[in-house]
Structure formats: C-alpha cells, structure tokens
C-alpha cells in the first residue's frame, strides 16, 4: 500500500512538474527550440553550458555582500548556483509566465524574489543591484531590444557594479554578411525565434556604447548537444532520462536532432561567448 502511495504521488509530482515546464499545452512542432530542450529534460540551455557559466560567475566575483539581478533565468541552473554563494538579494526577470511561476516555486523564499517582467522594463529599482547577468537571452532579440535590456542592467547598477553576458556568437569577427544571414535564416527556421548572434566585437562593442567597460572575456563552442557536454552539463541520470524522453517521442526526436543538425553544419561560424563588464561612473549622453 504505501508503495503504491509512493508511486501516485511520484506520478502526481513528475505530472505537476511537467504541466509547469514553459509551452505545457503547446504544440511541440511550433514550440521555441529552448523550451523544446526542456521538454525532453534539458535543463542548461545556454550556449557556452555550465562551463562557460561557471566561468563567468567567478568573473563576476559574487559574494554575500551583493544584490544580484538575472535576467530569464529559464530553469533556475544559474539562480541556483549563484544562491549558493549567498547574496544578499536576488531577483529573477522573467517573461515567461509558466517558467517565473515554477522558478517562484522551486527557489528558496526570503532572498530569492521572481519577477515576471521583460527584462527591458523590469520594474526594479534604479541601482538596486551590485550584479546583473543574463544568458542565453540577448542573441534572440532585435537590435534595439538588445540595447534597451543593456539599457535596463545598466540603469539597474550602481557605478562599480558588475553585467554580465552569456550569449551566442559568430566566429570570425570579420565573417561575411551572407554567411550571417544564411545562418540566423535557418536558425531561425529550425528554433522558432528570432536569433541575431553578434561577433565577440561586436558584442563589446555594444556593452561599451552603454557605459559597461568589459574587464572579462571568454569563449567556448556550440557543443550544447553533443555527447559530452551533454553529460557535463546535466550528469549521467538526467542524460539517460533525456534519451528516454526522446526514444519515445518521435515529434521531440526529430526536433532535437533537427537544432543539433544546424548546430553542427555551422560549428565553424558559431560558438559562445561570456563577458564580464562594469558600470562606469557618468558618461556623456547617457541617463546617470
Ligand atoms: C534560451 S532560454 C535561456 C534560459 C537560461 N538563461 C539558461 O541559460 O539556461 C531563454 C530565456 O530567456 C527568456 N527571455 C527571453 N527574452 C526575454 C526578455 N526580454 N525578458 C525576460 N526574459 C526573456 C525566455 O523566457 C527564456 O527563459
């Protein structure tokens, strides 16, 4: 009796927990490729993967005496690694209704709040935060969405205070226009959101325009799907639920494999890169 108990309420848990995942009720055949990773039991979804992570966490040096910001947290792998170290605050800005309320839920109460916003208006307070980062975020939004979210971290700093970026990159810095957008063309076919990477320069280049003075770079390639990441990043038990969920699901298969299929066709031109950038005091044409 009480191992059938065990098993209902095992069986109510993983249904509840699945209900909560981003694109529940969705069809998978048009859901964003992020949230179709996570249905199949991702749980890092950023490019660089928890190496490149772990990397720009040190970078950004966080301690007990900061008040951290994260822009789309997704499944809440870095939220809870930086919780780890102990802020003082943290803030999760996430637009994703589905993904902010099991982030709400899964979170420890007290210093961790979730709030679901567009990271360009987030509500916050101005120079509430000594650290503000985002992966896996900037790549897929316009141009000018790109600056406004800088625009938002950069308002929400206090001078000193430390952004950082996770994010996709092309690779030459001088790789050509038409290789560009032959790349974000079938991206964005295969993934179902707009992505518009930036070269490592360029990325630079835009913290810089804002007032963010990059102190830290580095980079990783687009292995997100291939075996060994796979195994670094989510661990032998998750990666062998993984190929179950996608043995099963023909839909979700072929998905996955169809992302993993671009990933690897433009290896060359694509990789990962994270920056770490601090806030200037003032500078000139820009909100102080
Ligand atoms: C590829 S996932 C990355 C999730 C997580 N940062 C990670 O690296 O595992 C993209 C995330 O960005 C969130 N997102 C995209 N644009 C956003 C915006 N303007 N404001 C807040 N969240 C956003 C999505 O809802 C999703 O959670």
Redesign the pocket.
Known sequence: MARMVDACGEQCERSAVHSQLPGAGQRLEKMQG?WVLARAGKR???PGGLGLTRRMIDALSISSDDRVVE?????G??ARMVLRRKPSRYWG????PA?AARLESLLPKGTAKIVGA???HSGLLGACASVVY????LS??TPQ?KNR?ISEARRLLVPGGRYGIHELCFRPDGISEAVRREIEVEMSKEIHVGVQPLCTAEWKQLLEQQGLKVIWCGEADLDLLEPRRMLQDEGILRCLKIVCNVAKDPVLRQRILAIRSIFRKYGEHLGAVSMVATRMESVAGLPS
């Open positions: 992020h890092v979804l950023r822009f789309a947290p997704g499944m792998v870095t800005v996430e637009r994703e993904a567009q990271a360009e985002g992966e896996a975020m897929m939004q969405q979210i």
